[in-house]
């Protein structure tokens, strides 16, 4: 988030994801596993009220895709996608993981993680769609 932050304050708009792309990868420390992150992100300009809740977004999910979608050092893909079609924006995070348990309720998120995601969703008047599907 701190990157974020920086080059927001920087005023470098050319500045897109995929910079982001081989932090992310050490952050979550995918770099000593066999685990590929692919970005697929138009190069949008958006606000620092848009940017930061899309940030911290795409750190929880992949934070906990890291954590829980590849267990015993499995091998695996995590993906996101960012574009604008018709002045709306669709993130998509998606990993090829074990999957998510089903009985998961969205509107009342059972761990601190879900909640912050959940409560940024709103926060930038979106709609969440989860399919806890193994992959």
Same mark, same amino acid.
């Given at each position: 988030?701190?990157?974020?932050?920086?080059?927001?304050?920087?005023?470098?708009?050319?500045?897109?994801?995929?910079?982001?792309?081989?932090?992310?990868?050490?952050?979550?420390?995918?770099?000593?596993?066999?685990?590929?992150?692919?970005?697929?992100? $138009?190069?949008?300009?958006?606000?620092?009220?848009?940017?930061?809740?899309? !940030? %911290?977004?795409?750190?929880? =999910?992949?934070?906990? @895709?890291?954590?829980?979608?590849?267990?015993?050092?499995?091998?695996?893909?995590?993906?996101?996608?960012?574009? $604008?079609?018709?002045?709306?924006?669709?993130?998509?995070?998606?990993?090829? !993981? %074990?999957?998510?348990?089903? =009985?998961?309720?969205? @509107?009342?998120?059972?761990?601190?993680?879900?909640?912050?995601?959940?409560?940024?969703?709103?926060?930038?008047?979106?709609?969440?769609?989860?399919?806890?599907?193994?992959?």
């Amino acid at each position: 988030m701190w990157m974020i932050h920086t080059q927001h304050q920087e005023s470098k708009p050319t500045t897109t994801c995929m910079s982001f792309s081989p932090s992310l990868m050490h952050c979550y420390g995918l770099t000593s596993r066999n685990i590929s992150l692919e970005i697929d992100a $138009e190069n949008v300009l958006l606000g620092v009220d848009t940017v930061i809740p899309c !940030g %911290v977004i795409v750190n929880e =999910l992949g934070s906990s @895709s890291s954590k829980h979608a590849f267990p015993d050092d499995r091998d695996g893909k995590i993906e996101v996608s960012f574009h $604008e079609d018709n002045g709306q924006y669709k993130m998509v995070f998606m990993d090829d !993981g %074990v999957g998510m348990p089903g =009985l998961l309720n969205l @509107s009342c998120p059972s761990t601190l993680r879900l909640t912050i995601v959940n409560a940024l969703i709103g926060q930038l008047k979106g709609t969440m769609v989860l399919d806890t599907g193994g992959g």
